[in-house]
Nanobody, 117 residues
Framework: QVQLVESGGGLVQAGGSLRLSCAPSGRAFSFNVMGWYRQAPGKQRELVATLDSGGSTNYADSVKGRFTISRDNAKNTVLLQMNSLKPEDTAVYYC???????????WGQGTQVTVSS
């Protein structure tokens, strides 16, 4: 099937930047929507940003102006540039990909982002 492989997490000081990358492996799908979600300890998973194949974006209010999602449609990869990071951005970040014709929804294994104060 499909696996979403994430990279780019790590430890950074407040005010710093990180870039997350997500690339699918396995069966080829042209995903209609790709995005990032995050889950902090003791909290529910929440949307960070999504980007559809038409170029429309959706951001959580908490990251608007600081995070930018982009996509390479030819490679089916999605990037999340995170600037001006805050300690409250600390979470496990998950890549997500949705294929509308089949209704299939895929998740990556998650990558840890830790922002120290």
């Amino acid at each position: 099937q499909v696996q979403l492989v994430e990279s780019g997490g790590g430890l950074v000081q407040a005010g710093g930047s990180l870039r997350l990358s997500c690339a699918p492996s396995g069966r080829a799908f042209s995903f209609n929507v790709m995005g990032w979600y995050r889950q902090a300890p003791g909290k529910q998973r929440e949307l960070v940003a999504t980007l559809d194949s038409g170029g429309s974006t959706n951001y959580a209010d908490s990251v608007k102006g600081r995070f930018t999602i982009s996509r390479d449609n030819a490679k089916n990869t999605v990037l999340l540039q995170m600037n001006s990071l805050k300690p409250e951005d600390t979470a496990v970040y998950y890549c997500n990909a949705y294929h509308r014709p089949s209704g299939l929804n895929f998740w990556g294994q998650g990558t840890q982002v830790t922002v120290s104060s």
